[in-house]
């Protein structure tokens, strides 16, 4: 059965493996055309060597590793031909994903709708030589800790999802130190940017290469970000973010003042005036003047263990700073018997603000 077992999975793995080979250069008739069709070989021997290596049961998946594992009679000249495959062979990590994705998208059904999932991964690091890597925190491993963390945009659907771009996120010890950025090979023109500043960039390019405008969703790290909440509303996106309970917003019911009048000199105000009847909430304290029974229980898929359930409200509420947004609202949720903060999601309906 294991043997089997082991044949399906390599002639399934054969199947993927083709479409990610041929993403390793721009066409067959060129590779014919020019004479270099062993580096092409080479480069698919690469793929399937490392991939293998990826998916095997391995505590460390460097490439030393991974080549003692796949082919150890010859690790040696293994490692250097992933670790040649890896670091130092022409292809294009971009055009690998597209070409996944070409392939998986079609089979995809967005009949009940899409949405573009961001959200960051971080892989744990032993060793301070790999790029990007620092101590911060690690998703993986719920805490702060030395990894690397990548951006990521995953298309989903109902019945599955697909990552379609990554990034490496850089620390600022990475973009400022001229002898790392040397070291590691990091081009000139890569300079610093924020995970949301990331995110929002790689939303743009899939628009600009004619992607769906799907409902984007992210959680806190990226929702408390105002440029990266108006980024997404200058194209036209709707979105679900999350946001700290330490957010500021206007109750529902409560009309912020409008600004107080310009005076001729300086900027012209922007902000809502405040009085003692008029004043902003953070989200924490509007939740815990809700009484219980504006909490509904919602249920939507089966966990692993029980079927995954929450407390929820939502307000129509308007986040406070730093401008007011009067089509925005607040889904928040709380255990099941006190409503202290767990969770706040901050919905954007772009059609209700039209």
Sequence with gaps: MEARNKIGDQARFSIVRQPLCSSLHKGWTRVFATGTLTAFVQRCSGL????????????????????????????SAKHQSLHH???????????????????????????????????DTGFPKKGKHSVGVTRQYCGVLGKQDNCQVAVRVTLACEEGSLPVTWQLYLPHVWTEDNALRAKAGIPENIEFATKPQIALQQIQGLLSEGAPRHCVLADAGYGIDYAFRQGLTDQGLVYVVGITSAVV????????????????????????????KCQPLNVR?????????????????????EQLTGRFVALAAMLARPVCFP???????????????RNITYPHCQRQQQ
């Design 48 to 75: 399937t060597g490392y991939c293998t290596g990826l998916m095997l049961p391995l505590s460390r998946k460097s490439v030393e590793p991974i080549a003692a594992r796949i082919d150890p009679l010859h690790a």
């Design 85 to 119: 495959f890896v670091a130092k062979a022409q292809w294009s990590d971009q055009e690998l994903l597209r070409r996944v994705a070409q392939w998986v998208v079609p089979l995809m059904d967005f009949s009940a709708g899409g949405w573009w999932i961001i959200d």
């Design 249 to 276: 917003v206007w109750p529902p019911g409560v009309q912020p003042l409008p600004p107080k009048p310009y005076s001729g000199m300086g900027r012209p105000p922007v902000m809502p005036r405040r009085t003692a």
């Design 285 to 305: 304290t509007l939740a815990l003047g809700l009484p219980n029974s504006a909490f509904h229980n919602i249920s939507w898929r089966e966990g692993t263990n």
């Design 327 to 341: 089509s925005n609202g607040c889904l928040l949720s709380g255990p099941p018997i006190r409503p202290s903060l």
